[in-house]
């Protein structure tokens, strides 16, 4: 499997370091991981770089989640790269909006890097 | 903090079953999330002590906060397995979110309040010299585990 270009979308940087961990746990080579606080911050990173794969926070200030999607389907470079939501939402509505407008999947917290490679594993080398 | 528009009526009691499903939030969180055991007291220790306290308020069906109360010395060591590396700077950020992870698991076991209740952004303190009230009238329960030998306690406060 080639070596992934991840971005890592959430306001708490304790949580980019625990994806990025549970990523690396999971036995996923990661060539680079880049991190933003917020979806306006993601998506100045999607349009300077192609990414693999990327993993966002649903609740976030500035930008959340679900706008982050829909921005990003806006983006030529950026609408194929398959988006795994992370949240502590139980809340399905909030889960289903956030298929509905484009993610791949979502991992609920608390999660093990094992639900983490299920969940991702899948996805890549995949485009939609 | 908003509230669901379609928000459930308010829940003023606390059922007794919350206690349990505290218990199955926090140990799963640690245990999931930082692989750690929480083990619990033949009898609890009788006096709530520990100078980090996070805390995470609730709005909406259910309103209160749900906090998390141990040791400097605790809070360093789950932020380290937490991450996986020493780095103390990063032990409040780990307690404010380790406290949403185990709140926000807490509510998405109550049908009642899992799409009705809404989540504060986590809170800190540090030190022990601080009183924590909730707007009365309320009522709520603390539970504490023991951690490495260490207590640790999560409690619920809810405005009834």
């Not at chain 1, 980019?16 to 991190?35: D, H, P, T, Y």
């Not at chain 2, 409040?92 to 926000?104: C, P």
Request: charged share 20%; net charge negative; proline share 5%.
């Amino acid at each position: 499997m080639k070596k992934l270009h991840v971005l890592i979308v959430d306001d708490s940087s304790v949580m980019r370091k625990i994806v990025e961990r549970s990523l690396r746990q999971a036995g996923l080579e990661l060539e680079e991981v880049k991190e933003a606080s917020n979806g306006a911050e993601a998506l100045t990173e999607v349009q300077k770089e192609n990414f693999d794969l990327i993993l966002s926070d649903i609740n976030m200030p500035a930008m959340d989640g679900l706008e982050f999607l829909r921005s990003l389907a806006s983006i030529p470079n950026a609408k194929s790269v398959p988006v795994v939501m992370i949240t502590t939402e139980g809340s399905e509505a909030r889960v289903v909006e956030a298929l509905s407008v484009g993610a791949r999947g979502y991992i609920r917290k608390p999660f093990t890097a094992e639900q983490v490679k299920e969940r991702v594993t899948p996805l890549l080398g995949d485009p939609q | 903090m908003s509230v669901p528009a379609n928000a459930a009526t308010a829940i003023t009691k606390i059922d007794p079953h919350w206690k349990a499903l505290m218990a199955c939030a926090a140990t799963e969180v640690f245990s999931m999330m930082a692989g750690m055991e929480l083990q619990a007291y033949e009898e609890m220790p009788a006096e709530i002590r520990g100078d980090q306290t996070a805390m995470v308020g609730l709005a909406g069906a259910l309103c209160g906060m749900i906090t998390i109360r141990c040791s400097s010395a605790t809070a360093t060591k789950l932020a380290g397995a937490l991450l996986g590396v020493d780095d103390p700077s990063m032990t409040i950020d780990a307690m404010g979110e380790l406290a949403n992870m185990v709140a926000g698991n807490f509510k998405s076991k109550i049908s009642q309040v899992v799409d009705h209740c809404m989540l504060s952004i986590p809170t800190v303190i540090s030190g022990e010299a601080y009183t924590l009230q909730v707007m009365p009238p309320t009522e709520g329960f603390h539970l504490a585990f023991r951690l490495d030998d260490q207590p640790i306690w999560f409690s619920l406060v809810v405005h009834s």
